[in-house]
């Protein structure tokens, strides 16, 4: 069991010099309910099967398990998605005590970059660096299972 | 990445003496699509994870995968779970060289018996022991999804 409190920020600035690691992900979706959210990722040579519940345990707050799957496993499952599959590069950067994840995305989601940080409690301090953007937490246009099936290039 | 080709059998007589191991499952599900049905089942002390892919192999065929998971995840996935939670002792029984799981459901799925065995190819050969009754093989009614949903005794 685990708990995911994260804040998201549009990216205006110069960001991959800073970056000290990336992967691309490719991920789809094998259930995007009210309920809950079954998400298949391949982070470069890993697979990864991902439960995010609907059921909110505060503002910023939902329940969350992840399991590391066999790579073949996770390949097979993207190919049976039935919605788009999300491409993307994730860079890690480093912004004072808190690490960012900045996703790049390709395909029809071209153009889009945002960047999200994790924190350990709700009220927690976070000084944006002066690369990110406008706050988007919480607006479901910048969740991937929405992009996924409602692409940034035909927002 | 797995294949699973399944019969279905209604069960008329007596099983249990037959019976050489016996498990207690409780399972619910994350999600019940025509693409897929993500399960989360707790045979015993053990938790686990299945996606069973809507994508039809051949007519006895789907593809299937599953994972163990920790005990509390799966705990806190079934207490989450929006439909029913199916509740049922499965008993492993020897048919020939078949192994047959007769499951027996609890609460609302009172007074259903059942059984399934599985093949290794669609055309193996599977004589029925005499407790067994009516096959219902692609019956939907008698999916563990269906019947989280719509309790036999509401039939």
Tied chains: 1, 2.
Excluded at 11 to 38: D, H, M, P
Excluded at 70 to 86: F, K, S, T, Y
Excluded at 94 to 115: M, P, S, W
Aim: proline share 3%; charged share 30%.
């Amino acid at each position: 069991m685990g708990y995911e409190i994260e804040r998201k920020f549009l990216v205006n600035g110069e960001y991959k010099s800073f970056a000290f690691k990336q992967y691309r992900i490719q991920q789809g979706y094998l259930s995007v309910s009210k309920e809950n959210v079954v998400r298949v990722r391949v982070r470069d040579d890993k697979g990864f099967l991902t439960i995010k519940s609907g059921a909110v345990k505060d503002r910023f707050t939902r329940y969350e398990w992840e399991y590391e799957i066999p790579l073949a496993d996770a390949d097979e499952m993207l190919r049976l998605c039935a919605q788009g599959v999300i491409d993307k590069t994730r860079y890690l950067v480093k912004a004072g005590a808190h690490t960012l994840e900045v996703d790049e995305f390709y395909g029809d989601n071209e153009g889009l970059v945002f960047a999200e940080v994790e924190l350990t409690h709700e009220n927690e301090a976070f000084t944006p660096p002066s690369w990110l953007g406008k706050e988007v937490t919480g607006d479901i246009r910048y969740y991937n299972a929405y992009l996924s099936q409602h692409p940034y290039k035909k927002w």
